[in-house]
């Protein structure tokens, strides 16, 4: 494509040759003659002067002296927007694999595609365009929306629902029983779970991740929520619009995550935690039960503190050993002083 078409794509403004052509697309890190990149801030461009990137989409304000710019206000999604273009997401044949078991009670869109070694069961509803991939299983009971791929190997309880271009990776278990006992005090007493799991529209979930159904009512993954590998949410959690959560994080039962949440790493998060709108959560941070964060605030630590308090509690430690030391040397010193005031005194 010309540089041209492309910015045209993303309602971009052209500085340069409008005309050059563009091959595909690249990251700064691997550089190739002829592919598109992008900057996220106009200062990066004056490093990569002499890179064999010819053309850079780069935010409005940017200016090159040797390379075309595709200038927008966001970069890093203009980039997306024609990764995507470049290279087009696989398109899967619609059908029924003979190697597939559907149960006649299913309701399938014409167009659905259902590949080898799958599992459909009673009462399952599926919307037009959607994927099941090979050897996943889909229990009775569930509704799936439209345009939604289920990658391989995928488990899908009984009563999950699951709405529109909903993504869900290879060896994902949505529905399995949440972690509810009584103990008697000899034994761990089953608490059955009968509730379900609800995904709405626009969820991505990774490969390796376990979503539990509630004990009573619904598990709920609200819409546009993104979801690494390697992610537990517990029973009855509730997880805002747009919150995402990165790899082995942790939510245990009934918390409540707001919109546009950011968990990062590592973070664990105890039971009827609730955590207000556009918080932070740092990496390998650490929350008790029952801890409730504000909104639009940033926290980090185990246990997880306010950011201007950890910071500080951070560059503390350092020297922690060498004031150890001095507060024993004052303990000694006080101690000197008070035997001698006392003989002072006797005399």
Same mark, same amino acid.
């Given at each position: 494509?010309?540089?041209?078409?492309?910015?045209?794509?993303?309602?971009? !403004?052209?500085?340069? $040759?409008?005309?050059?052509? &563009?091959?595909?697309?690249?990251?700064?890190?691997?550089? +190739?003659?002829?592919?598109? #990149?992008?900057?996220?801030?106009?200062?990066?461009? *004056?490093?990569?002067?002499? #890179?064999?990137?010819?053309?850079?989409? =780069?935010?409005?304000?940017?200016?090159?002296?040797?390379k075309t710019l595709i200038r927008v206000k966001n970069p890093k999604k203009a980039w997306a927007q024609i990764l995507s273009v470049f290279c087009p997401p696989k398109k899967f044949k619609p059908g029924i694999s003979e190697k597939a078991f559907v149960n006649p009670s299913a309701e399938l869109a014409p167009d659905v595609t259902v590949e080898p070694f799958v599992y459909i069961g009673e009462n399952v509803k599926i919307g037009k365009g959607s994927v099941i991939r090979a050897n996943s299983y889909i229990d009775s009971d569930v509704t799936i929306g439209s345009d939604a791929l289920i @990658?391989? !190997?995928?488990?899908?309880?009984? @009563?999950?629902? /699951?709405?529109?271009?909903?993504?869900?990776? =290879?060896?994902?278990?949505?529905?399995? $029983?949440?972690?509810?006992?009584?103990?008697?005090? *000899?034994? @761990?007493?089953?608490?059955?779970q009968i509730g379900n799991v609800i995904i709405e529209d626009e969820v991505e979930i990774g490969s390796n991740v376990s979503v539990d159904r509630a004990t009573i009512g619904s598990t709920l993954i609200q819409k546009g929520v993104k979801l690494d590998n390697l992610v537990q949410v517990a029973h009855n959690v509730q997880i805002g619009q747009s919150t995402v959560a990165s790899s082995q994080v942790g939510i245990s039962g009934s918390s409540k995550i707001g919109n546009c949440v950011i968990l990062a790493g590592q973070v664990g /998060?105890? $039971?009827?935690?609730?955590?207000? $709108?556009?918080?932070?959560?740092?990496?390998?941070?650490?929350?008790?039960? %029952?801890?409730? /964060?504000?909104?639009? %605030?940033?926290?980090?630590?185990?246990?997880?503190?306010?950011?201007?308090?950890? *910071? +500080? &509690?951070?560059?503390?430690?350092?020297?922690? =050993?060498?004031?150890?030391?001095?507060?024993r040397e004052l303990e000694k010193? /006080?101690?000197?002083?008070? %035997?001698? =005031?006392n003989c002072a005194g006797k005399a």
């Amino acid at each position: 494509m010309k540089v041209k078409e492309i910015a045209s794509l993303v309602e971009g !403004n052209i500085l340069g $040759d409008e005309s050059l052509e &563009i091959s595909g697309v690249t990251s700064t890190e691997f550089p +190739k003659n002829g592919y598109l #990149s992008f900057v996220n801030e106009a200062g990066q461009l *004056r490093e990569l002067e002499n #890179s064999a990137i010819p053309c850079f989409i =780069a935010p409005l304000e940017s200016a090159s002296e040797s390379k075309t710019l595709i200038r927008v206000k966001n970069p890093k999604k203009a980039w997306a927007q024609i990764l995507s273009v470049f290279c087009p997401p696989k398109k899967f044949k619609p059908g029924i694999s003979e190697k597939a078991f559907v149960n006649p009670s299913a309701e399938l869109a014409p167009d659905v595609t259902v590949e080898p070694f799958v599992y459909i069961g009673e009462n399952v509803k599926i919307g037009k365009g959607s994927v099941i991939r090979a050897n996943s299983y889909i229990d009775s009971d569930v509704t799936i929306g439209s345009d939604a791929l289920i @990658h391989p !190997n995928v488990m899908i309880y009984d @009563h999950t629902v /699951i709405g529109n271009h909903v993504i869900i990776h =290879a060896g994902t278990v949505i529905g399995s $029983d949440g972690f509810g006992y009584v103990f008697t005090g *000899r034994e @761990h007493y089953k608490v059955p779970q009968i509730g379900n799991v609800i995904i709405e529209d626009e969820v991505e979930i990774g490969s390796n991740v376990s979503v539990d159904r509630a004990t009573i009512g619904s598990t709920l993954i609200q819409k546009g929520v993104k979801l690494d590998n390697l992610v537990q949410v517990a029973h009855n959690v509730q997880i805002g619009q747009s919150t995402v959560a990165s790899s082995q994080v942790g939510i245990s039962g009934s918390s409540k995550i707001g919109n546009c949440v950011i968990l990062a790493g590592q973070v664990g /998060i105890a $039971d009827h935690c609730e955590i207000g $709108d556009g918080v932070i959560i740092g990496a390998q941070a650490g929350l008790p039960s %029952k801890k409730k /964060i504000p909104p639009q %605030k940033v926290y980090f630590g185990s246990p997880a503190r306010p950011y201007e308090v950890e *910071r +500080k &509690i951070l560059a503390s430690q350092p020297f922690l =050993a060498d004031a150890v030391k001095k507060v024993r040397e004052l303990e000694k010193k /006080i101690e000197r002083l008070e %035997k001698n =005031a006392n003989c002072a005194g006797k005399a």
